[in-house]
């Protein structure tokens, strides 16, 4: 129990008294007693004595206080605390601000007196009770406080009277208010001011005024952009300052580092800064941050490192979010180097997590591979399973093409001794790389049945699949995986997995290896059902799929697979599969012609070609938002930033109706013996409605699209799939404008490499910003030569002026105020047609206005079956509202869509657009 403030020099000698009681109760019933016989006791003085002065109430409301806070309910008092609000004392105020803070809700009846005492406090010229009333609006942190003191904190906050412990408790409270109710801060009215805090003289309000801007910036990062350089600014008098100049914020000899953390996240926010000279400052400020982790230690106080330590961490976390400066990257990831080895337990944890992040950086790859060995040791060495765990991490996402058979064999090594809460999802990072990275399929076989060998009660369904389908599909291989997967099973201890491995195999290529004494037919057969006994019930119905298939390859054991097919445990199964397999294998078997049977057990077709999404998607699962990216690897999840011309080349055989690019291809069987260019796929116009997908695609090539847009800027991965069994030679990419739409777009568009192997993918960036408003839309142009013939796709990059719209909330007052003030010819566009979908769909309308960027105001008209959106457009030059309604006709299965905008061309280019979709 906190000490409560001493008052006529005896420090409320009865609340003490009452405590001492309390605290030698013997037992929960003691306690109980006196508690109730000092709660009979507060209620007759409060309503009998009407006489009670502000220190003996002060009193009763600590006991009922502390009472409270011991576990039991208080159901009366507060009005007695309300009172005290009034007091002129310091303490009384303080245990009356202290009562209501804990006890009393923010929906309680007496909201109303509390809103009146604290308005009476926050207009008063003492600091300290304005301060007491600011904690206690925070403290409550209602929609009702923020409607009644919305409008006051701001300008407490921006006058220039107010003192700075004022400010400060002032910025908090508005950030708590923020947090509740996001519209308490107007946009617009206060945006230039509260930025400027960051330029107050007084340390602690710029501090406070960093939290507050930090969650406005996250609501609404273009509006207050103007943040950035003032930022910069104050980083750049902190670190390039001594600590002897902030005395007072000063922590073992590191300047502000609270400070210092909260602006460098505050400018992970934005992309880097447009202005030269801001950039440059920037940069400076973080070499400083660099240079200083390398000088000696002022103290050798563990609060002195950490502290230091905590910006340098800060600082690279910006490196890693610009992404734009090879030289800080690489001088990033060699001092996280430096830290693989100290001493400190959680300094390594970090060192490992943000070196998982850099070696996706096409910058800093190179650089993160030098620190392999160390990450190797530390995988060997470590004690810490979670360290251990990171170590695993950042071994995945460093590897390459030249690194993945040490890197593979290491974590093999490893998976002997992992620790059982890793070893699972190490496996599927194994399995992803061997397959990603292998130039010999013979070597990726090996290693899947190494994994299933070493830890087979942790391999997944998706790996022993994968590895089957590869070998179905992959003739040189066949031989060699029956091969091995016979010599594994020879073993004593045989997991489950691998007979399921195994009776695949040898069902479909045993014959490969059966002019071998050693691997007979009889003996294949008796391997496998040597193992029978001991597997599960499903096993055991994939054995007998084997057994019949040894009889189309092996007809000279027909008779001894007829007698496990007859025996008791198979024919009369209780297991219904097995009973109902043996039964139908028997009397297949004993078909007389060979060629129905031939037919019927021929070999497997080779499976559709869909890489490790898959397995990727399931490690994804095992661990969201914490599996690093390995630049290497390609899915609908993943936008690298490495070019990924090392992306392994895989033959596409027989039916390649797989989606390349993982995106979402729905359509049928393609040919890739014969380009049949009839089967042409252009999803130009679902891009109004959507980011992700399949663009275009022939029977040649797939072109997918993923789009991240805020507010004027816009980036797009462009994934190329080549879906036929020849190389690409002489590709180019080229994303062009008209000379009107070149004037209000602006694009970059990064180079390709010019040869794309058979099967191979890869992206290319194009980065957008809008200038003003558009209506037409970039050309795609791809070349390239194939089987010596030039080919050529045009098509058009799904880049709209809907892609800049920010989704706007407000309530039914400010829609209609604004739809009114929108009222002239030229503003509005509007459009009668008849519905092409089924207008009883309202969940499929309301997801197409949605993914066109708008958002969805529900309950705001009057009709309530109408549709109503708000958002914004933003461009460089200006921010152009649009409203919109959709009005529908049940009865003549017609709409009328009405939108108005600042700009005519706007509202006529939307509903022209949108006007389809319904």
Known sequence: MAKMPAVRGDGMRG??????????????????????????????????????DGYQKKKYVCKLLFIFLLGHDIDFGQIEAVNLLSSNKYTEKQIGYLFISVLISGNSELIQLIVQSIKNDLAARNPVHVSL????????GSKDMAEAFGAEIPKLLVSGDTLDVVKQSAALCLLRLFRTEPSVIPSGEWTTRIIHLL?????????????????????????????????????????????????????????????SVKILRLLQNYPPPEDPGVRARLTECLETILNKAGEPLKSKKVQHSNAKNAVLFEAISLIIHNDAEPNLLVRACNQLGQFLSHRETNLRYLALESMCILATSEFSHEAVKKHQETVISALKTERDVSVRQRAVDLLYAMCDRSNSEEIVLEMLGYLETA???????????????????????????????????????????????????????????????????????????????????????????????????????????????????????MTRALLLSTYVKFINLFPEIKQQIQDIFIADSNLRSADVELQQRASEYLALSKITSLDVLATVLEEMPPFPEKETNGILNLLRKKRPGRVPENPGLLSNSETPKEKTNGVHKEETVGNTSADL????????????????????????????????????????????????????????????????????????????????????????????????????????????????????????????????????????????????????????????????????????????????????????????LIGYGFQLLENIDPNPENYVCAGIIHTRNLQIGVLLRLEPNMQAEMYRLTVRSSKDTVSQHIVDVLANFF
């Not at 003490?16 to 030698?24: H, L």
């Not at 007693?33 to 009670?52: P, S, Y």
């Not at 022993?464 to 201890?493: H, M, P, S």
């Not at 989704?807 to 509005?828: H, V």
Request: hydrophobic fraction near 40%; glycine fraction near 4%.
């Open 15 to 52: 609340l003490a008294v009452f405590i001492s009681d309390i605290r030698n109760c013997k037992s929960k019933e003691a306690e109980i007693k006196r508690i109730n016989k000092e709660l009979a006791n507060i209620r007759n003085k409060f309503k009998g004595d009407k006489t009670l």
């Open 133 to 140: 009333a600011l904690q206690c609006i925070a403290n409550i």
């Open 199 to 259: 330029n107050d003289h007084h340390m602690g309000v710029v501090t406070a005024a960093v939290s507050l801007i930090d969650a406005l910036v996250k609501k609404n990062p273009e509006e207050y952009k103007g943040c950035i350089s003032l930022a910069v600014s104050r980083l750049s008098r902190i670190v390039t300052s001594s600590y002897t100049d902030f005395q007072d914020y000063t922590y073992y000899f590191v300047p502000a580092p609270w400070l």
């Open 419 to 537: 620790d059982y809460s890793i070893r699972e999802e190490m496996v599927l990072k194994v399995a992803v790389l061997a397959e990603k990275y292998a130039t010999d399929y013979k070597w990726y076989v090996d290693v899947i049945l190494n994994l299933i060998r070493l830890a087979g009660d942790y391999v997944s369904e998706e790996v022993w699949y994968r590895v089957i389908q590869i070998v179905i599909n992959r003739d040189d291989v066949q031989g060699y995986a029956a091969k091995t997967v016979f010599e594994a099973l020879q073993a004593q201890a045989c997991h489950e997995n691998m007979v399921k491995v195994g009776g695949y195999i040898l069902g479909e290529f045993g014959n490969l290896i059966a002019g071998d004494e050693r691997s007979s037919p009889r003996v294949q057969l008796h391997l496998l059902h040597s193992k029978f006994h001991l597997c599960s019930s």
């Open 661 to 848: 690019l993982g995106l979402g291809m729905d359509n049928g069987p393609i040919q890739t013996n014969g380009v049949d260019e009839d089967q042409v796929t252009d999803n130009i116009q679902k891009f109004y409605c959507k980011n992700n997908g399949v663009l275009y695609e022939n029977s040649m090539i797939q072109i997918g699209v993923k789009t991240e847009c805020r507010t004027n800027l816009a980036r797009l991965a462009l994934f190329f799939g080549n879906k036929t069994n020849l190389p690409f030679l002489n590709f180019q990419s080229q994303v062009t404008c008209s000379p009107e739409l070149g004037t209000q777009l602006l694009l970059q568009v990064k180079d390709v490499d010019s040869i794309v192997e058979a099967g191979a993918q890869f992206q290319q960036m194009v980065n957008v910003e809008c200038i003003s408003d558009f209506h037409l839309q970039p050309d795609l142009n791809i070349s390239f030569t194939y089987n010596g013939e030039q080919q050529t796709v045009r098509a058009k990059l799904p880049m709209s002026i809907n892609k800049f719209i920010e989704p706007t909330e407000m309530n039914a007052e400010a829609f209609f105020t604004r739809w009114k003030n929108l009222s002239q010819p030229t503003q509005e566009a509007q459009k009668i047609f008849k519905a092409a979908f089924p207008m009883e769909n309202t969940d499929a309308a309301k997801t197409r």
